[in-house]
């Protein structure tokens, strides 16, 4: 290194001298933590919730299903038993827990509705299709003990979950109501 080089380095050092940001990040770090925590908590919920959500709307589908292939719906005098067992698989498998099922079918030529347990929600606005035997299963559950609450201190919180599934009644090859 040249003595002219030597010279530039020591005047432009002297010019701009080096200033300690340690301090400086610290403080923004410290500012943009809560939010970039309450981000992140939103994100997780957000994917517990969604998963939750659909765990609801297939224990439906499983449920309407099975409605639809019960030969007894037009006889019965509640949800049969076999359809709620197939709605419990499908929410234990997802932790949740404390389900209310609506059943509502036309099989016997009126509109009837059922329900069993206990939980928010009920029946959709939405009427039976007119034309045909059809069953509509709606499966409602609460969101305690299954989503973590990690936002409910803004006023955040974890909602119920509905959802409703429609299926032609249809009996297995063989069977009649």
Sequence with gaps: MTARDQRLRKECARRLPRRRAGGRITVELLLNLPIWLLLVLAVVQFGQRSAAVQQVAFAS???????SQTASLASDDAVPGSV????ERPLASGGLVGSKVILEHNVGGKPVVWIA???PGGPPRTSLPDVGRYVRVTVCVAPTGSIPNLLGAFGLGPRGMEQSTTFRYRLPAG???
Excluded: D, N
Excluded at 61 to 67: F, L, Y
Excluded at 84 to 87: F, K, T, V, W
């Design 61 to 67: 589908r499983v449920g309407a299903e099975e409605a």
């Design 84 to 87: 709620l067992a197939a709605i």
């Design 175 to 177: 069977e009649t109501p």
């Design 117 to 119: 347990g206990r939980g």
